[in-house]
């Protein structure tokens, strides 16, 4: 693909509400703050304010609401060579990482908006969530072989946030060969990732620290209860310390998967059940049960700002369930990853139920996600996992 350079397409200007946005770090322009953009097409162009002063290259998509995503405030071609420095520099942020799957690339939060690259093994499993980005498909692909000599690459592009960029969802082998079920070992655990049709790339990497934390406080010979199991990432650290566990999803197909992870380590102490959380809390409740380490890992409550407020109900109904359950002394870890839920209304949702709950929670630990996922300060957006580690008194 030719190298783009700022001359190459017509100048984009923004206001200059636009231009302190990337004056301050954040590397997002928002449609409203786009002055003049005389040719709608997709792809790497010159940004300057109103005035005419370059302010970088970026991302354009004509049909987002997001319309800019910087890349660069140099004049620098963008090419593969360019890719090639870019993907390189954040793999090697994550030296030393001993698990065979991990993100290589964090968009936003390794300074290459809407790519992600995660890493399973050999293969390599991408996402290209805006249209701009998509323009240098070419480009990026030939950078990720460059730096990772990947034995195949599949495009999970099928995010539902490619619609608003006016692309469509897909799933496409773009290079080599990648299996349907891939052979993951993290922290001496092992499960199946499934790369073609698994939740994100395959499956939740930006947890795994998050695992190992709550397997170290799991009681030795207790009871665990791990809630959403999933494929059970969770649940096979709890079983490892603990007597037995519970693992619950409402997917027969997600325990399915759970139970062969189970075998796959020869574990033999975990109960799959199929139920709904907040019915089974209930129950939990009302039979006076307890447990000595429960996991609660729900899937995203408050998909939009407007879901907030019921969102937040739905999280504090199950974390003040399960902090009534959970045994003296006993551990929680729990999380969120709606982006509208903050870290501070997270933190406030916990102890309103604590309180409503009449136990004594210890916070022991906050979590956020894995060190190859990592959050800028001012990108908010970067920061959508939180967690914590609470003990009872």
């Known amino acids: 693909m030719t190298a783009v350079r700022p001359s190459d397409r017509p100048t984009v200007r923004v206001t200059a509400r636009g231009a302190e946005r990337w004056k301050q770090g954040h590397p997002w322009i928002y449609r409203s703050d786009v002055a003049e953009e005389p ?7 010159p940004v300057t304010d109103r005035k005419g002063k370059l302010l970088g290259q970026a991302l354009y998509s004509p049909s987002s ?29 994550r030296a030393g990482i001993s698990a065979s799957a991990w993100r ?11 790519l992600v690259i ?11 969530l805006s249209a701009g980005l998509e323009t240098a498909r070419v480009d990026v692909l030939a950078a990720t072989r460059e730096v990772f000599g990947p034995e195949g690459i599949l495009l999970r592009n099928d995010a539902g ?34 790369p073609w049709t698994g939740q994100k790339t395959g499956a939740f990497l930006d947890q795994r620290e998050n695992r190992a934390l709550i397997g170290q406080h799991t009681k030795v010979g207790g009871h665990a209860l791990d809630l959403f199991t999933y494929h059970g ?29 189970a075998r796959l380590n020869g574990i033999g102490n975990i109960a799959w059940r199929e139920a709904n959380t907040f019915d089974l809390l209930r129950e939990l ?13 729900p899937p995203a409550f408050a998909k939009t700002k407007a879901n907030l407020e019921r969102a937040v109900a739905g999280y504090k109904e199950i974390n003040l369930r399960a902090m009534k359950i959970l045994a003296p002394g006993g551990v929680l870890f729990t999380s969120s990853c709606s982006y509208h839920v903050s870290r501070d209304v997270f933190n406030a949702m916990l102890a309103d139920a604590a309180r409503d709950s009449g136990r004594r929670m210890q916070f022991v630990a906050s979590t956020g996600a894995a060190s190859d996922h990592p959050e800028l300060l001012n990108v908010p957006e970067t920061g959508y996992l939180k967690g914590a580690l609470l003990r009872a008194l």
């Not at 399973?120 to 996402?127: L, S, T």
């Not at 409740?285 to 000595?292: A, I, K, L, V």
């Open 65 to 93: 609401e997001i319309r800019l995503r910087l890349l660069t405030r140099g004049t620098e071609p963008i090419d593969a060579t360019w890719w090639t420095k870019r993907i390189g520099d954040a793999a090697e942020r």
């Open 104 to 114: 290589a690339v964090h968009a936003e939060g390794d300074g290459l908006p809407s």
């Open 233 to 261: 990432s969770f649940a096979l650290h709890l079983a490892r310390n603990a007597k037995q566990v519970v693992a619950v999803d409402q997917s027969t197909e997600a325990l399915a998967r759970g139970a062969e992870n």
């Open 118 to 128: 995660d890493k399973y093994g050999p293969y390599i499993v991408a996402q290209l």
């Open 161 to 194: 946030v490619r619609r608003h960029e006016g692309l469509a969802e897909e799933v496409v082998l773009a290079h080599g060969d990648v299996p349907r079920i891939v052979e993951v070992s993290e922290d001496g655990v092992r499960y199946l990732a499934a």
């Open 39 to 45: 040719d709608k097409t997709p792809g790497i162009v």
């Open 285 to 297: 409740e009302q039979r006076r049960e307890h447990f000595d380490t429960i996991v609660l890992d």
